[in-house]
Every structure is written in structure tokens, then in C-alpha cells.
């Protein structure tokens, strides 16, 4: 459980998803939007690192930070989890980038590099 979070679409908590397996998978989950979509032109199954919604902290529009160069079909999103090393993640295949081993926080800015394109973020390095 994640406390307090709650989905901007439909007041219901979300949860946090963390995979132990190879993929290293983390990323929210409304159990609304995953049973029931919101949105008429995505199937069930909607987890936060799919969902369109601009409004949310949670969503692709506000975490995506460039394509995954490994498998150029997925995003790569900045995790939101607080309790692991921020990092990457791609929501198509198991790319997993961890950023800095210092880095205790990250947040993705609107401005983006001139030469790859990707979206720049700010990082917090413990010292």
C-alpha cells in the first residue's frame, strides 16, 4: 500500500507493484483503472506506467523521459517507488537503468535534451 496516494481519476488508493524476478518491475497501480479503464481506447489491465492521464503525478505524460533504446517499442519512466534507487524502467520490456548509486531523488522536467530529445530531470545526490 502506498498510504495517502490516492488516482486523480477516481479517488481509489494506489497500490505499489514490485517484481522480485528478473524484470525488476515497479510501478503503481489503481485497482479501479486496472480492472475497469477509463479511457474507451485501452483495454483492462492499466497499471500507472501505461495510463495517458496528464493530470497525474503517476502517469507516462509526467514520468516518460525518452523511448527504450533496448527494445524501441516501450517508454523508459522514472520510478516513483521511495524505498529503491531511482531509476529508469521501460513499460514494454525489462530495461531497468538504475541513475546514480548517491541519487536520493529525481523529478523530470518539461525542458529536453537538444540532441537526443530526451526529457531532462533533476537529481538529489546524498553527500
Not at 55 to 70: A, D, H, L
Amino acid at each position: 500500500m502506498t498510504g495517502e496516494r490516492q488516482c486523480p481519476l477516481d479517488n481509489f488508493q494506489i497500490i505499489l507493484f514490485h517484481s522480485h524476478s528478473a524484470q525488476l518491475a515497479t510501478y503503481y497501480i489503481c485497482p479501479k483503472c486496472y480492472n475497469d479503464s477509463p479511457f474507451p481506447n485501452i483495454a483492462a489491465n492499466l497499471s500507472c506506467n501505461l495510463c495517458t492521464y496528464e493530470s497525474c503525478q503517476y502517469s507516462v505524460p509526467n514520468n516518460c523521459v525518452k523511448t527504450c533504446p533496448k527494445c524501441n517499442k516501450g517508454l523508459l519512466l522514472l520510478d516513483q517507488n521511495p524505498s529503491i534507487k531511482p531509476s529508469l524502467s521501460c513499460n514494454y520490456c525489462t530495461n531497468h537503468i538504475i541513475i546514480g548509486e548517491n541519487v536520493s531523488k529525481t523529478e523530470r522536467q518539461k525542458a529536453k535534451c537538444q540532441t537526443c530529445q530526451a526529457h531532462l530531470f533533476k537529481v538529489r545526490v546524498l553527500l
